[in-house]
Structure formats: C-alpha cells, structure tokens
C-alpha cells in the first residue's frame, strides 16, 4: 500500500471530545515541534459547547513556514467515536490512521488505501491509572508520546516543555513524565517506527514567537496606553478581554500600592460596554471594546454618536459567522462592511486589518494613537483564525522613544493666553478640531457635546449650512485619515504580471503560499496587503496598472470588493472575486484553484504554440 | 417657554461662595421647556446646589439621555462639560467618563422614559456597580418630546391628556434602586425646591451611587385631573419622611418645617449628614425596612419624599476596582507602557 512519505510537511489533525482534557496536549505536541527548529501552524476546530461535542486540532508541520490551512489530512489521531467516519473519510489516500484499539471495530469501519495503526490506549490506561480523570487526561499524554515515536521526535523536546510548564510541580512533572514514557515505549516496542512522515530537526523558526491574536491585542492595548476597558463575553472575543486582564495584573500595577493602572468593566451588554467605552474616550483616557459581529450590530447607535461628537474609541472586532446564533466558532471576515458603515446617517470608519498575532499587537498600540488623532472610533479588524489559534509570528517589539500622540486637546495654558476654542473648528484645515477634557479651565473650555445640532464652536444649531459644513469637515478629516492609517504592502511577482491580487487580514498565509505555488505553475501574480480603511491611494494605481484584479475575501458578499468600487470609483469588472466562507480558515489550495481556473478560462491560447501562459 | 436672553451683567452686590462664584455662574443657557415645567425648578435647585456648596462649575461633568430631561444639563452649569449621549444610555456613559477621571463630580440627569423604559438595564447596573454619581430622574410619567405618550412610570389607573388609561403596573424606580444597592436614594418633588436642593447636596457629598427621583409634572402633557404626575396631585400625596437640615461643615440650611427628632449619620469619609426626621417610624440607615416603609405608604397612594436611605459606609466603583488615585487619564508613557525589556521577556516566554 502507497504510504505518504514527508519529512517536516505534512497534516496532523486530532479529533477529539471536548471537556476532555486534549487542548493542552495538542498544543504540547505542537509546541514540541516548534522547540525541534520546524515551523508549525495549529488551529482549534470547536463547537459553540463546553463538554461533550466533538472537537478537532489540526497541525500542520511546515519546514518552509507556511502558516495558512494547507487542506486534507496525512495522519488523524482517531480519538472521538462520534465523528469516526467522517475523520477516516478525510484522511489522504496512503495516510495514516491512529486510534484506540482496545475494543475491536468491524473491518467496514476501515478503508483500504490508508495505514492503520491501533494502540490499546484505554486498555494501558485502566491498567495504569484508577482515577477516572486521570485515565482520561493522561490518555491524551500517552498518545502525544506514542506520536513521539511514531514521528521520530526528540522526546527531549517535550520534557523541557514539562519542566517549564510544572516549574516547582514535581509531581505532577514526574506523572506527566511516566505518562510520555508509557506512550512512546509502547509504540517502539510494538508499533513500526517511524512512519513515513517523519519531523526533523530545522532551523527555521529562529526567533519567532507563538502566540493567539488575541492575546497579542490584548498586550498592543497594554503598550498602546488602553486604561479603560469595556466588554461583554462573545465568542471569540472574550479570550482578548480576558488577557488584558492578565497583562495588566502583571504589567499596569502601581509599584508601591499594587494599585491598578486601568479599570476593566464586564458590561450588562455590548450597548454598556461601548458606551462606558465611548465616556472614558470624551474623558480623556484611552480606552476600548472588544466583540464580534452581533456585539458591533448591537454597538450601531453608539458608534454613530462617537463618529459625530468625535470621540476616540478602539473597537477589536473579532470576526466570526454570523448572526447571533451563527457560527459563532468558525471564522469568517463578514463584518467589514457593517464597520466601515457603522451607524445611522452618513458615517464611515477607519479600520485595521492585521494579519497575525504580531499586527494584532502593533495594530491594536497604533489604534490609540489613530482615534486620539483623529478624534474617531478605530476598528481592529481580526477574526477567530487569526484571535484563537496560537500563531508563529515575528517577535514584539516597541520603540521606547515613541510618544503617544494624544491627538489635538487644548490644555489649560492654551486657553489661558487666549486661544480661540471651537470644538468643530477646523484651524489646521485637515478636518481634525481641537478638544478640551472635562475640568480643564473654569472659566473657558467647556462645551455641551451632542450629535450633529451644533455649529463649529458646539453652540446648538439645526441649521443647515451648520449641519453640511460639520459634516463635510468630517469627510475632509477621513482624508487625513487615509495618510495615517497603516499603508498597502506589494509583493511583486518575479516576472511582468497581467494580474492582480487583492487581500487582507487572515488570508494573508494561504495568501502568500499560494502565489508561491502559482508562480511555480508559471502564473505570475503582483499582490497587494489591504492593511487599512480608508484605501490609500496606492490601492487604486495598483488597480489601474493591471487589467484584472482578483479581490481574495472570507465572506460572501465581496465586502472589501463593493468598498474600492464605491469609494474608488472603480469598475466592478476589473475585480474579480475569490471568495471564501464556510467557515474554515482560507487555504492556499483554494485561492490557487480559482485563480489559476480564472485566467486558465481567459487567457487567449496561440494556436500555433498550444501553450498556455499567463 | 422662555426666549428672551439672559442679561449677562450681574448685579455687583450678589453675593460670592468662598469660591468666588456667584450663584448666576452656576446657571447654564436659556431653557427651551414649556413655562412652569418641573425641570426647570429641578435646574434651579442644581444651580443652588452646586453654589452653596462651594463648587467650582468646571468640576462638575454633567451627563444625559435623551428627552425633555436629558436637554436640562444644557440649562445649568454652563462652564460644566456637557454630553447629551445616547436614549437610555446615559449611565454607561457616565460609568466610562468617572472610570477616566476620579477627581470630578457626575451628575448624571435623566428622565423615566430614558431610565425607566429604554433605559432601565443601564440604569439597574449602574447603581449595582456603586458609581461616584448624582443621578437624577426627573419623572413626570411621560414622553414628553413625542408629546404625551406614557411612560414606564405612569401610575396604573392614571389617565393620559387624552384620556386613555393607563392599564401597565408602573415601575418603581426608588424601589428599584433599593433592590439594586444604590447608597443614597431620595425622592422629591420639583415644587419643592426646599426640600430638593438640601438633598442634591446630600447627594453630591455622598461618595457612591446616589439616586434622586425627582416627581416633575409636565405641564403640557401631563398635568390634568386623572394624572398621578400633576402638582396638584403630588402636593396632595406628598409624604415628606425627614429634611435634610444640615451638612457637616456646611452653612446651615433653613427649612421652614417643624422642628423633629435630628439624626446624625456619619459618611466612610468622615462627612456627617444631619436628617431631620418628621416620620418616627422609619430609619433611613436600613435598606431593608425603607422598602417596606416605601411599598407601606405607595399601597396608601402616598408619594413618599426625603433622604429615603443612606448606606454611611458606602464605598465606589474605584474602591471595588482598586484603581490608582492619580485619574486614569492623567497617566503617562511613563506609567502605562511596560516598556521593551518586559516586551523582551514576554517575547521569551513565547518560543
């Protein structure tokens, strides 16, 4: 039987029960062989439960660093009887099959083109262990040791991460330990090791970090100056809230008092969350919110009023399906249209797109700076691929001769020798007015903040040359904006390309391995990294200089699409989209298939030559 | 209603607070409200206030929904930051603006259609969370913006201006606020400025959630026989419990009431409240038994008024969160930002 042979490039997927205990082994296997020098990508495929569904783990090994989904499975790891069929289904031809043999299954249950291999993982643990949960939790350390064996790791790799993990926990170190044994010393005795794939020490993680998006937003809010937060828990924007929490615990203590540094407000609801959120930033504090889709919907009034009274507020939106009942454990980029638009009346917002955990940090820091700036809700724009899922990234890293631009606030001593404030006066001509906060001057500096009734100095006005001058003003601040926000990133193909592409966010990995693989194919891509709203200029030259543009997109709809055409004036025909939206994290297999399918079906063939070219 | 413009000089012998203030400093634009609306006393009473107690106008940050309410904050204070959020929202707001800066005094004005009806959530988490507020209702159980629908605390039987009958319970905002662990809770009448202001100072002193719910007819809507929310109708069911005579350190205020048993109640910052009881059987220091006395005497079609409850111990949102005493939005780079060698050790802590 054909067997799948690779060393460090190949797909592990566990297929688990949640509540189990499995979590944290998956990842001991994972950041195992990340300590072995070999980039590996993992994601948490979960259900919208707590104990009992099913649950999955996928990893990919990748010696040349591509971190999106790859697609199809080489070895599962069999361990959920419920999904059994479906986990042998996904298996590639001539991949592997590991499962718990202690209870025989009829030969239907099988499938003939892949390698089974059958350990008696629960019979060696009721052997072993009498505690129901410790025969549960050391089940799962037994096959990351059998998988040890079975995939030629260095064990060594593992122990050290056990002896980092249970620093001062010798016994619990010593039973994971005997744990690890078991498994591994099972498999060598009695199973063929290795398989044909096999991980091999690399170097090729260097000095990079691992880390999920959201707790690296969480720590950009921490370096950013965030000391309000607000929030209300949605899958999966609850784990970001939650590690502010913990970094500033750790990070934002007064030294002598133990005093925090910053306030943390659980909301009743998101519409509290954002409002407690939007009186922090009216205050003068640098504060944020941190949701998904159905908390933004809930937030719309709010975010218009902050639009308006220009009120710096950093919103981190999570994406996932939606509604609210949705798919609120699958990812997707299907809120970028109900952010950029957030609101009643004429509004539009600036957003970020980071691509992984370490843009989630940087982004989240620079969201502060942007929404003080210009007086204005930012929107963090990452979603559960990138939020959930422990990601190899680039190391932190913070410049500590940076200031924080704590934008235009008029202070006591500039009202004082006379300075002309007008809340909605526009002096500097980039549509960005002066602020005052609340207790600066007795005398002068206040003002009555409302929605659009007013007129440049906040004097009540329903007038309407007032209401168009305010709202024009705003526009001429979204240009400024355009400058500010983080600017496009090109990649140029290798040689002349008729094509282009468009992306941004979490599409970024599959991204890059993909127009790897379509230049291998000969078909040469320019692509362009979307990483703000409003679109630098440079977006739309790049559109113009190529006649088709592929717009690669996790959503249905053509989000970001409908976006360049309406603000860009563009031509909808020379935007082809790749769209993406099941709910799994978009693969490079994908966005090669449509790509090369689309200028396959429209590239005029030469009869003479026969050959196709792009 | 009210269009000719203040005059901007003041007499030269009105007399100055020790802050140097005139009472007319403390009062903000023309009111736009119908003449003889309720609110407008009820700004009156805050402009005394504020005033007697020596404030200075730019420490005060005043806060609102939306509503003929939420439009009064706009009529007093006018050297206060104003926000005139969001209908029903104004709590959230207020929580957020007292998170950035500890140091101000928020008040934090509403009306019973924005916290009663869209409002009640917000209304009910903030007094859970103990904020540093004054938060006044100026209820007159009606919408008055959208002229005259009921609102979520019209009485059940009272009868709108075109006589339809109200069939709903009416919800019970001071017994609300009881349940709900607000620190101070009060309730007057807008006609009754000498028994208001005493108790808006009471609660500006008080440091934790303060509630004042304020019955204030609306004179356009809902201010005719068969209203429960009329003058006429509140003079003759008021249920004046105390007078709030006094507050430690503070010029004496005169009340021209009978002179009752005094109480003394003693705040957690050492300020001392002085009530002066004209009801002997209620305690105002028991949660518990004020809302009985309140639900005894509201089944008796009694509207009952005066500092209601007062929990001397009370404690803040900033205590429960442990902040630092320095307002949040006066940190630097220097106190904020951990700073590349912690981002170093992190960076670690993550191979």
Partial sequence: MKQISAINDFVVKFANVNGSGSASANELFARAILRMGVPVSPRNIFPSNIQGLPTWYEVRVTESGYLGRRGGVDLMVAMNPQTWDKDVQEIQAGGYLFYDNSKPLPKSKFRDDINVIGMPLTEICNSTYSDPRQRQLFKNIIYVGALSALLDMDPAAIEKLFTEQYKGKEALLQSNFKALKLGRDYALQNLQCPLGIKVRRADNVGDKIFIDGNSAAALGAVYGGATVCAWYPITPSSSLAESFIGYCQRLRKEPDSGKARYAIIQGEDELASVGITIGAGWNGSRSFTTTSGPGISLMNEFIGLAYFAEIPVVLIDVQRGGPSTGMPTRTQQSDVLSCAYASHGDTKHVLLFPEDPKECFDMTAQAFDLAERLQTPVFVMTDLDIGMNTRLCAPFQWDDSKAYDRGKVMTYEALEAGADFGRYNDVDGDGIPYRTYPGTHPQLGAYFTRGTTKDRYARYSETGPDYVENVTRLLRKFETAKTMVPQPVLRQAKEPARYGALYYGSTSPAMQEALDVLAEQGIHVNAMRIRGFPFADEINEFIAAHPGVFVVEQNRDAQVKGMLVNEGQIDPKRLISVLHYDGTPITARFIVDHISKHIAAHTVVPIKTGRVSA | ?351
Wanted: hydrophobic letters at 35%; charged letters at 20%.
């Fill in chain 2, 1 to 351: 209603m009210t269009y000719i413009a203040k005059p901007k000089l003041h007499h030269p012998a009105l007399t100055k607070n020790s802050v140097g203030y005139t009472r007319r400093d403390y009062e903000g634009k023309i009111s736009t409200l119908c003449a003889g609306c309720g609110h407008d006393s009820i700004s009156a009473a805050v402009v005394q206030a504020c005033w007697e107690l020596d404030i200075q106008p730019h420490r005060v940050a005043k806060l609102s929904g939306i509503g003929c309410s939420s439009k009064t904050p706009d009529y007093f204070l006018g050297n206060s930051h104003g926000f005139n959020s969001v209908h029903g929202r104004m709590p959230s707001v207020l929580t957020g603006a007292n998170l950035a800066n500890r140091e101000l005094i928020y008040m934090g004005v509403s009306g019973d259609g924005d916290s009663a009806s869209i409002g009640i959530g917000q209304f009910a988490h903030a007094m859970r969370r103990g904020i540093n507020m004054v938060y006044i209702v100026e209820n007159n159980g009606v919408y008055g913006l959208t002229k005259g629908q009921f609102s979520a605390t019209a009485d059940k039987g009272s009868k709108s201006k075109r006589g339809i009958v109200n069939s709903d319970e009416p919800l019970d905002m001071i017994g609300m606020a009881l349940l709900l662990g607000a620190t101070y809770v009060a309730r007057s009448f807008s006609g009754d400025k000498k028994q208001l202001v005493p108790l808006i100072k009471g609660a500006i002193e008080h440091k934790g959630a303060a509630f004042i719910d304020v019955v204030s007819p609306c004179v356009a809507f809902n201010n005719h026989a068969g209203s429960t929310k009329s003058y006429e109708y509140v003079r003759q069911h008021n249920e004046a419990v105390n007078r709030l005579d006094f507050i430690e350190g503070r010029e004496e205020i005169t009340a021209d009431y009978a002179p009752g048993e005094v109480v003394n109640v003693t705040q957690h910052d050492g300020s001392v409240l002085r009530l002066r009881k004209l009801s002997a059987d209620h305690d105002p220091t028991d949660r518990i038994k004020t809302m009985n006395y309140v639900q005894e005497h509201a089944a008796k079609g009694e509207v009952v008024t005066g500092l209601l409850f007062i929990d001397p111990s009370a404690v803040d949102m900033h205590e429960h969160l442990n902040t630092v005493a320095t307002p949040l939005n006066q940190l630097t780079a220097k106190e904020l930002c951990p700073g590349t060698p912690a981002l170093e050790r992190i960076n670690a802590g993550l191979r």
